[in-house]
């Protein structure tokens, strides 16, 4: 069930109600702009992924600004971008289980519906529900470039997985997945450019087998907000995968850039919105943001614009900020923006984005993919 927005649009900042979910309008459109800018030029196309967002009105606006689709990580999802008017998906993971294979054969009568199979067997399936639908679906083969996630071994195992899907009378072989997840998050800039040479050094050396035995690889699909210059200077990957882009969260900012220095490429624009609820020390403030406004399993949110606070521990319905200064701030009744650890989760929380410009709000967007985990 959708919730009622917390705000309407021309409200005062301070009026919206909490929680909400704040897109900061100008900083998201900086955001944008920025990741095309930063990659035109290298030969690679960007496919931004939408579980981070989970909004049709924001994967149009990536589109708009270049992007040749999305990605998706669940048939749910990507029903849910089709639907908001999106023509291309690739959905980024292995599809398992009949029904969830007959929908995706069937959304495929309506876009370019792409998906990922580590697993002979997978292939069968997805080959046998594209039939029934009377579909053609484009697969690619995930392989393990790292992370010891999913993913078929490079090399000759997916070579017999690219003959397997060459063979499949519904099916066309669409190349590889290779997403190195873990290595967004390594700090130090050396260990994540060798994290990801290691990964397009597989990925280069399994195209190159495919394409020896006469299968055309097109497509080598990966990266994120943590790597993507790494693998748009690779000369390997040909689309790229950010999704945490648009939004920036507390985690991704404590990667170092090459000097050492914790220096983002990209402006957090995502903020949850939350009220003091009770002051009850002077040491000690309580917001009405906890477990269920907020992920918490990349660390604490930070507080912006207040030294000397820290967000300290999530309840359910609560969480508590120590204040190691004195301040006059922070009183009950006071509405205060939290930069969550994680922004994928976060968002899957609400309903609504508050979209905010010059303290006012702009835009109301659902996030028409909330919960959407089949």
């Known amino acids: 069930m959708t919730t009622r927005p917390p705000a309407e649009i021309g409200m005062k900042l301070e009026d919206v109600d909490t929680p909400a979910l704040l897109i900061e309008l100008d900083a998201f459109e900086r955001n944008l702009a920025r990741l095309p800018q930063a990659i035109a030029g290298k030969g690679v196309a960007l496919r931004p992924h939408a579980k981070t967002h989970k909004c049709p009105m924001i994967a149009l606006q990536q589109i708009a600004r270049g992007a040749v689709g999305v990605c998706c990580q669940k048939v749910s999802e990507a029903e849910a971008m089709v639907q908001g008017g999106v023509a291309d998906v690739l959905v980024s993971n292995e599809i398992v289980g009949r029904t969830k294979?007959?929908?995706?054969?069937?959304?495929?009568?309506?876009?370019r519906?792409?998906?990922?199979?580590?697993?002979a067997g997978q292939v069968a399936a997805l080959d046998a529900a594209a039939r029934d639908f009377g579909a053609t679906l484009s697969v690619l083969i995930e392989i393990d470039v790292g992370a010891?996630?999913?993913?078929?071994a490079a090399g000759e195992p997916a070579l017999r997985l690219a003959?397997?899907?060459?063979?499949?009378?519904?099916?066309?072989f669409g190349g590889l997945q290779a997403y190195h997840g873990s290595a967004q998050h390594i700090r130090k800039f050396e260990e994540r450019q060798a994290a990801i040479r290691g990964a397009a050094e597989k990925a280069g050396a399994t195209k190159a087998l495919i394409e020896r035995n006469g299968i055309s690889c097109p497509t080598v699909?990966?990266?994120?907000?943590?790597?993507?210059?790494?693998?748009?200077?690779?000369?390997?990957?040909?689309e790229l995968q950010c999704g945490s882009y648009v939004f920036m969260d507390a985690d991704y900012a404590r990667n170092l850039d090459s000097n050492g220095t914790p220096r983002p490429t990209f402006e957090n624009s995502l903020f949850v919105w939350a009220t003091v609820m009770s002051r009850p020390t002077e040491d000690r403030a309580v917001v009405d943001a906890g477990l269920k406004a907020l992920s918490?399993?990349?660390?604490?949110?930070?507080?912006?614009?207040?030294?000397?606070?820290e967000y300290v521990r999530a309840a359910d319905e609560h969480g508590k900020l120590a204040i190691s200064r004195p301040t006059n701030a922070l009183r009950v009744g006071d509405k205060i923006r939290l930069i969550p650890g994680h922004c994928d989760p976060t968002v899957n929380?609400?309903?609504?984005y508050v979209g905010i410009r010059r303290g006012r709000v702009e835009a109301l967007w659902p996030i028409t993919a909330r919960g959407a985990v089949v």
Do not use: H, M
């Not at 294979?101 to 876009?111: K, N």
């Not at 399993?297 to 912006?304: E, I, L, Q, R």
């Open 113 to 119: 519906i792409a998906v990922c199979v580590d697993n």
């Open 221 to 238: 699909t990966g990266a994120g907000t943590g790597s993507f210059a790494f693998e748009a200077a690779s000369g390997v990957y040909t």
């Open 101 to 111: 294979l007959q929908r995706l054969a069937a959304l495929a009568r309506l876009a």
């Open 349 to 352: 929380l609400y309903d609504w």
């Open 163 to 172: 003959t397997a899907i060459a063979k499949s009378a519904n099916l066309r």
């Open 148 to 152: 010891a996630r999913c993913g078929v």
């Open 296 to 309: 918490t399993d990349s660390g604490n949110p930070t507080v912006p614009g207040f030294d000397g606070v």
